[in-house]
């Protein structure tokens, strides 16, 4: 079983930045696509940001396109992502996904086939 720990979260005024953290147990065929979701209250949970391990490619929703980067560290079994010049509409619980497959832009997470962390919140408000 794949075990993601997202970190990172927290509370900034709008413009300011946060990197969250998704450290996963094992770099594997399962974490070939890595992705980053992101769900508000009261709304459909969307993807944010994914980057695919075989040709490091990465991709953005329209919404976060140029203010968020997604990376990997490898070695460190770990995906962040740089959040900057935040908008209090990214307010969200930020959710990891993991799976070798993609789907639409992202990771294909569904039945059992990839895996989600517990999510990490980030607020921002003035």
């Known amino acids: 079983q794949l075990q993601l720990v997202e970190s990172g979260g927290g509370s900034v005024h709008p413009g300011g930045s946060l990197r969250l953290s998704c450290a996963t147990s094992?770099?594997?065929?399962?974490?070939?696509?890595m992705a980053w979701y992101r769900q508000a209250p009261g709304k459909e949970r969307e993807g944010v940001a994914r980057?695919?391990?075989?040709?490091?490619?990465?991709y953005y929703a329209d919404s976060v396109r140029g203010r968020f980067t997604i990376s990997q560290d490898s070695a460190k079994n770990t995906v962040y992502l740089q959040m900057n010049n935040l908008k209090p509409e990214d307010t969200a619980m930020y959710y990891c996904?993991?799976?070798?497959?993609?789907?639409?832009?992202?990771?294909?997470?569904?039945?059992?086939?990839?895996?989600w962390g517990q999510g990490t919140q980030v607020t921002v408000s003035s």
């Open positions: 996904a993991a799976s070798p497959v993609l789907s639409s832009g992202f990771c294909k997470v569904v039945g059992g086939l990839g895996y």
């Open positions: 094992r770099n594997t065929y399962d974490t070939r696509c």
């Open positions: 980057i695919y391990s075989g040709s490091g490619s990465t």
